[in-house]
């Protein structure tokens, strides 16, 4: 992690020093633009002291509706400066006189207090959407290395999600980025800043019906799970937690909308517009995450399969989601004999449940028996409830005939992502594979994954939300 953080400090290193050196010598002064009064006369700028900023050119635009003056400084100091056009009648609409504070600061470098513009300030966007591209492909770069390293951690899908967290922030500056490209009169740091803080909110207009769709996907889920799998606390998680994403996508859109008096419309709606974008990108990352580890293939160099087991039937057969866990590590077995010439040993794991009239391990040796496999191929671990337990207790096993075995296991497509973070946490890194499962177990899958997520790193996401809190509200009230 100090690697990451150091190749992002660097990278805002670099980028500030771009945006330095483009101030110093990619520009010959400052620009800004006045609009320029039709029933006006000759325009004139007076400065109060005089010998610290000069007007070194005023260029009418063709249509005659805008001027430009440029600044170029003489000297350090600040400056009062007044720009008027002689000749404007009382009752213009046009104001007859602009003044503003203008600062003359080293390396000739001009800043003004209306527009908070300064020498070269039109190189900001473009070195703010590229510090924010490079901090993305940096953080990306950092998960491929974490997930290369740990098939499955938290860790990876953290990165994941800032990455995305981060090219959400370029991507909302595009549209900035193509406007000063083309003219210098596109806008000021001012509006700049002002998109900055107003671009979460309407990311988070554009991207509440995704996630309010999202949720009910998952409420319908829950209902097909219970349906099929009958009624259990941990069954009806999907739809409380989608009467929770919907309540939260439509809070955000009503507060984006809201008429609330301006100071406190904007700042609570630009804290919450920030954490809403955050933690759906972190949302977003879970479910690309696990949906790869669902799809992961291990490499042919296993000595041991394992088993995850789950409910069996009374009479003691497999249901057919833990028959296809049977299958897939089976059928992995097959594969890595016949590409290599070396055969897994596969360990059921599972204990005997109080409904069940024998322990799910004996169950998979049974019909690991029926296809063929030998009994000296079959290692049962009969005493595990939970997941954690399926991976310590085999580990266990594993150890007494094996210190340096390699290990991967079986399960359902939409626990192996849970499997896999189960086993890092124990210090144990292994791959995993999925069997095909109904897409009604999945959405259940994402939300444990994410809960599991925040929760794990409680004090980094809690750090994450203060500091998005602090800078939302500071610009608000700033601009």
């Not at 110093?24 to 400052?30: C, I, N, R, T, Y």
């Not at 999907?238 to 994403?245: D, E, Q, R, T, V």
């Not at 609570?268 to 479910?287: I, P, Q, R």
């Not at 042919?300 to 497999?318: A, H, N, T």
Request: proline fraction near 3%; charge should be neutral.
């Amino acid at each position: 992690m100090k690697k990451v953080l150091l190749g992002i400090l660097f990278a805002v290193l670099i980028w500030t020093l771009i945006l330095f050196l483009c101030m110093v010598f990619g520009s010959d002064g400052l620009s800004l633009f006045f609009e320029t009064p039709p029933e006006g006369g000759d325009l004139t700028v007076r400065f109060d002291p005089e010998g610290i900023i000069r007007v070194s050119d005023i260029k009418p635009s063709e249509d005659g509706r805008e001027t430009e003056i440029r600044f170029s400084a003489l000297q350090r100091g600040v400056t009062e400066t007044a720009v008027f056009w002689d000749g404007l009648p009382e009752d213009s609409f046009y104001a007859g006189e602009i003044v503003m504070t203008m600062h003359s600061l080293p390396f000739g470098i001009i800043t003004d207090s209306i527009t908070w513009n300064f020498t070269g300030w039109e190189y900001l966007v473009v070195c703010l959407t590229g510090c924010f591209l490079t901090v993305s492909a940096i953080l990306y770069a950092a998960s491929l290395r974490e997930k290369k390293t740990r098939c499955f951690s938290y860790r990876s899908i953290r990165l994941f999600g800032l990455a995305i967290f981060f090219f959400v922030l370029s991507f909302l500056r595009v549209q900035y980025l193509f406007s000063f490209l083309n003219g210098k009169n596109a806008g000021t740091v001012w509006s700049l800043l002002v998109g900055l803080i107003a671009s979460a909110q309407t990311f988070m207009r554009w991207t509440a019906y995704v996630i309010g769709a999202f949720a009910a996907v998952m409420a319908v889920s829950n209902l097909f799970l219970l349906a099929h799998e009958g009624f259990r606390p941990a069954n009806m998680l999907g739809i409380a937690a989608a009467i929770l994403i919907i309540g939260g996508a439509y809070l955000g859109v009503r507060l984006s909308y809201s008429h609330y008096t301006f100071s406190m419309r904007n700042v609570l709606c630009n804290v919450y517009a920030g954490w809403f974008v955050y933690f759906e990108c972190l949302l977003t990352a879970t479910v690309i995450r696990a949906f790869e580890a669902g799809r992961h293939q291990p490499a042919f160099d296993k000595d041991y399969v394992i088993i995850l087991g789950c409910r069996i039937r009374p009479d003691g057969s497999l249901y057919p989601l833990i028959r296809g866990r049977v299958e897939r590590a089976l059928a992995f077995a097959d594969a890595q004999a016949a590409a290599t010439g070396k055969r897994a040993v596969l360990v059921p794991s599972g204990g005997q449940g109080s409904d069940e009239p024998l322990s799910e391990s004996e169950a998979m040796a049974a019909y690991l028996l029926e296809k063929g496999i030998p009994q000296d191929e079959i290692l049962k671990e009969n005493r595990s409830q939970t997941t954690k337990e399926n991976l310590t207790f085999s580990k266990d096993l594993i150890a007494r005939q094996n210190q340096n075995a390699r290990v991967a296991f079986s399960t359902s497509s939409y626990h192996v992502c849970r499997g896999g973070i189960l086993a890092e946490e124990m210090g144990w890194n292994i791959d995993g594979m999925g069997s095909h499962t109904k897409w009604y177990f999945w959405p259940n899958a994402f939300l444990r994954e994410f809960v599991g997520l925040l929760s794990e790193s409680r004090y980094q996401q809690l750090t994450a939300a203060v500091v998005i809190a602090v800078i939302s509200a500071a610009l608000t009230v700033v601009i």
